[in-house]
T-cell receptor
Framework: RKEVEQDPGPFNVPEGATVAFNCTYS??????FFWYRQDCRKEPKLLMS?????NEDGRFTAQLNRASQYISLLIRDSKLSDSATYLCVVNMGRAGNNRKLIWGLGTSLAVNP | DTGVSQDPRHKITKRGQNVTFRCDPI?????LYWYRQTLGQGPEFLTYFQNEAQLEKSRLLSDRFSAERPKGSFSTLEIQRTEQGDSAMYLC????????????????FGPGTRLLVL
């Protein structure tokens, strides 16, 4: 099993739709989780951090389910500008002993007019 | 601009040449990471520094690759005797880590250096 796995995608949705991505992780000791957004040929940019059960920021909601070891990202009322690749990132370190982040391969989203 | 900067943004070189990339992190950040990313893949970890100490190197980092962060601020990544397989985007990220942070370390990325080896 891969350390971090994401929905394969691509997702093609109309403007205004609600879309959800899932990400599973293998290490139950993981402490923190992130969603990054990456536009074509650009660097990843932090979208949301998830440390407890979830986080909400405007149209974006991230939820963490530690028992099932998955994180989800929900985008409501999607906009054309949401078209990008969404990368799930997991910090596999134990508290006080950070290690490198483990990145998923990303899920591509295309929002169509 | 107080974000992470990288130089150059693009580099084209011939196979066998040496190349060096520079990364300037966010000034108060003590950790600096190097990643490599190819099309359709997520970033692959190469190495990271805490201050000037190189704490971990990936097995992906062959002996042709070397990284330094001599004063705990900017870092350089050098690739010697480049090969066509080295063509990729090289990303630098920095973060502020502190003991007891419970893993709450957020990495901020620079714009990357895109390398093409002919």
């Amino acid at each position: 099993r891969k350390e971090v796995e994401q929905d394969p995608g691509p997702f093609n949705v109309p403007e205004g739709a609600t879309v959800a991505f899932n990400c599973t992780y293998s290490n139950s000791a993981s402490q923190s989780f992130f969603w990054y957004r990456q536009d074509c040929r650009k660097e990843p940019k932090l979208l949301m951090s998830v440390y407890s059960s979830g986080n909400e920021d405007g149209r974006f909601t991230a939820q963490l389910n530690r028992a099932s070891q998955y994180i989800s990202l929900l985008i409501r009322d999607s906009k054309l500008s949401d078209s990008a690749t969404y990368l799930c990132v997991v910090n596999m370190g134990r508290a006080g002993n950070n290690r490198k982040l483990i990145w998923g391969l990303g899920t591509s989203l295309a929002v169509n007019p | 601009d107080t974000g992470v900067s990288q130089d150059p943004r693009h580099k084209i070189t011939k196979r066998g040449q040496n190349v060096t990339f520079r990364c300037d992190p966010i000034s108060e950040h003590n950790r600096l990471y190097w990643y490599r990313q190819t099309l359709g893949q997520g970033p692959e970890f190469l190495t990271y520094f805490q201050n000037e100490a190189q704490l971990e190197k990936s097995r992906l980092l062959s002996d042709r690759f070397s990284a330094e962060r001599p004063k705990g601020s900017f870092s350089t990544l050098e690739i010697q005797r480049t090969e066509q397989g080295d063509s990729a985007m090289y990303l630098c990220a920095s973060s502020l880590w502190f003991r007891g942070g419970s893993g709450r370390e957020t990495q901020y990325f620079g714009p990357g250096t895109r390398l093409l080896v002919l």
